[in-house]
């Protein structure tokens, strides 16, 4: 063995913020990490190296002895301390300390890792004051926070040592079963509590659902113009998506049927479709019923807002009409109540319920409890039905006054889709403007605007503009309009 | 058209939790669906409905407007109601009001649907009492639930508008910067705020890791016997599992190296190997990261327990030693803390931080607010540390209680692998002993125990079994020993 007392350990300054015995360890282990001790030297004793720092012994002790449990040292009773010897001799590794270098995102990423770098909420980041006419955004205003906050007050201070083990990945019972109960009453739907999963979002269902059925080049109905987070999901995970016109009774299922028949799986916003706002024909719905059941194919209906609907009681969905298990229906209370609540949930065939339920324990494990109990007792309690009653006549109020407001202020050459439900309206735009351009124009001042051609699939839609209304009050509305007609120089 | 005044509706009598128009609306609409009801026949009036079933006309008003709206009935002025014309003629739809029938699981799941079916977290529903020896299982009994509470009570009664709308998918800034904080100092890792995100579960980071980093067939390192866990993520999403055998140093790279040097990715336990508990040595440390370098693999270290080394400080993760962003650490507060937390979080190099919250957002949006409140309070107020403290003194006694008891009860033939860490043991058994069938007659007599067998990938590992000492006190575990002695008729 060499020997090292005479090595000059050629350890820097300490820096502030470490303690001795870490600046020691460091030091050492850098040295070792780039070559500079090699393996099998042997290192000054403690006791030398203390006194060469002016530094307690015992910081130089602990410093070795965490060297040597990490497999750096090895100490030998009566010969002393050494540099291990199966290190690998060209080490070429720097401890971390700066900001790593970064490979090439696009060279590290799988492909389908690739498509993830497309989401549409990445740069939702954060909760924005809300600028008239930002869609999907419902009204805080009137959420009853105080009775929430009552409620997440007294369930908090009551967590005990039974709610801190694993629980079902299905979600909350009594949450799931009150979500069967006001379902059987708004939605005409006939479900069991266990045929409700709880998820953090309709992203989330979707996500599990193209998994648990669809297998790599399988194809799936998409409306075009449609929501682009479910053709994200679809796309990511390798289906093939089939992009299906639609018109003024929603999907063409017709088309559909020609293009792709044996597809295993359609998409589909029948209550108010994402983003045009018409409602699926019955027609329709029973037509691809029974392309479904034929083919074994899937239906996933998307109800994110059909308790909105202004004229009357909503539409059964076709969930209701589906009796044999080829209809998943999901909803959202990140749209009904408030986005941040995180919660969302799904309703299954029972074939389904098993697998799904298996598939969140896979990936998710399952949602913290907290707010599913503040949920259930929102409900059960009947607030929820309350504050979506009286939701409705708000968001009614509001969607007159967007209509009012726009034709008034912007003209007969601005369309607008008749509002029968929901947050959003859609305004298309006359001819000779390019939406895009006009979004872009609007944000530069002050006016949020989707543009349609966002939705787009296949087709560039009509050019056009997905605006919010709901969290804006009539005042706000007018004004809000006023200024995109200074905007555009109408 | 057809007169159908003469037509008997033949509506059957009203089921009592039925109010009186959605049970003319259900049979009318049923009617319609089974074909009974052809289209383009007209319907009695709404007087005449009236009458004949002694119903207010007001009801039927009300059941025809709905069924109007979604398009069932068509009304012309002066002419009547009648069913809607374009309805396909032979519906065969029946609505659904019973549990519908069930297509076979098997063959509507995708080919990845069915690996879903095999999750190992699927069966853990529900908070179960602790038994001895339930592995995995932090102790509940210490944890500080009045603090906890008291913080969560505070943050529930405190939430705000601003509160409500959309967050960053990569979790709550305040408790990334805690754990960045934390990590720093108890695990040597230099990371920004930004690099850490918050997951629900290392379930849901290894499921977002493997879709960004692995395609079809790409090869992935696994230790064998491993986390099932992660084997069952991967497989799931197509990838190519490596199984790699262990030693008392861990994996043995130099036979990965041989096996799959192309392998894009390495899932390795370095601090505490699940299932056997050794560590994994220095050396094989700087191979994985020399392997990783070289080929521009990714490591994930699986850091699920470390923060509970017995001996001493934790070992620096290989985390602290990669430069050159090969390695993702991940981190579970489910059994730091108590599993029902349902937090995480996962500390990724600078090039992959934008596409993982990026895959979050599209897959899941991002996580509610409250907890992750609740426990960034929680750390920054000292009480994680403090908690972390105790529970490696009460860990560490109960671990040896559970050596002497299991050399005391059971004698050496059954041999401990040293406990260093965490929350479990593994006991090996004498040859002649089959780990799946002493696992199933332990149960029986109310002991738990994981069979080793469990973990095993491509080769059945030795008989041994997984038993937690966490959650018992030293004279629980004596008398769970005392159980297992006469179960096993020792």
């Given at each position: 063995m060499r020997q090292a007392e005479h090595i000059e350990l050629a350890i820097k300054p300490k820096p502030a913020q470490l303690s001795i015995h870490d600046w020691i360890y460091s030091e050492i282990r850098a040295a070792v990490l780039s070559g500079r001790l090699k393996p099998d030297i042997r290192l000054p004793t403690t006791r030398d190296l203390a006194l060469q720092y002016r530094v307690s012994r015992g910081s130089v002790v602990t410093a070795y002895e965490q060297l040597i449990a990490e497999g750096y040292l090895c100490s030998y009773t009566g010969k002393g301390t050494f540099v291990?010897?199966?290190?690998?001799?060209?080490?070429s590794v720097r401890p971390a300390v700066a900001t790593p270098t970064s490979p090439s995102v696009h060279g590290a990423l799988s492909g389908r890792g690739?498509?993830?770098?497309?989401?549409?909420?990445?740069?939702?980041?954060g909760a924005t004051a809300a600028i008239p006419f930002k869609p999907n955004q419902p009204d805080?205003?009137?959420?009853?926070l105080k009775i929430w906050n009552q409620i997440g007050s007294k369930r908090a201070n009551a967590i005990r040592v039974r709610d801190m083990g694993d629980m079902d990945p299905g979600g909350y019972l009594p949450l799931r079963t009150s979500i069967a109960d006001h379902l059987r009453f708004s939605q005409r739907i006939h479900c069991l509590p266990r045929q409700v999963a709880i998820v953090g979002s309709a992203q989330q269902a979707l996500d599990l659902c193209t998994r648990l059925?669809?297998?790599?080049?399988d194809k799936v109905w998409m409306e075009d113009p449609g929501y682009p987070g479910a053709n994200m999901v679809f796309a990511n995970n390798g289906a093939h998506v089939v992009p299906v016109p639609i018109d003024a009774a929603g999907i063409r299922v017709d088309v559909a049927l020609q293009t792709a028949p044996n597809a295993k799986m359609a998409y589909i916003?029948?209550?108010?479709?994402?983003?045009?706002?018409v409602t699926l024909s019955l027609e329709r719905r029973l037509e691809l019923l029974a392309w479904a059941n034929q083919g074994q194919a899937t239906i996933i209906e998307?109800?994110?807002?059909?308790?909105?609907?202004?004229?009357?009681?909503?539409l059964a969905p076709i969930k209701s009409l589906d009796s044999t298990g080829r209809v998943i229906y999901m909803g959202t209370f990140s749209k009904l109540l408030y986005p941040g609540i995180r919660l969302a949930y799904v309703v299954l065939p029972d074939w389904l319920t098993d697998p799904f339920v298996s598939a969140m324990s896979l990936t998710c494990r399952y949602l913290g409890l907290h707010t599913q109990k503040v949920l259930s007792e929102f409900i059960a309690d009947g607030h929820y039905a309350r504050h979506l009653r009286r939701m409705k006549m708000i968001y009614q109020e509001r969607a007159q006054a967007f209509e009012t407001a726009c034709k008034a202020q912007l003209g007969e050459s601005f369309y607008i889709n008749p509002i029968t439900t929901g947050l959003d309206a859609c305004v298309l735009l006359p001819s000779g403007m390019d939406d895009a351009l006009v979004s872009d124009q609007l944000k530069l001042g002050g006016v949020q605007a989707r543009p349609l051609s966002f939705y787009g699939i296949a087709t560039k839609p009509a050019n056009g503009l997905v605006m919010g209304f709901s969290s804006f009050t009539p005042e706000a509305i007018w004004e809000g309009m006023a200024r995109v007609r200074e905007i555009l120089e109408i």
């Open positions: 291990t010897k199966t290190l690998p001799h060209n080490l690739k498509v993830f770098l497309q989401s549409p909420f990445y740069h939702d980041r805080f205003e009137h959420f009853p059925l669809l297998d790599e080049g916003t029948a209550a108010h479709q994402c983003p045009i706002g998307d109800d994110y807002d059909s308790e909105f609907r202004f004229d009357g009681i909503p």
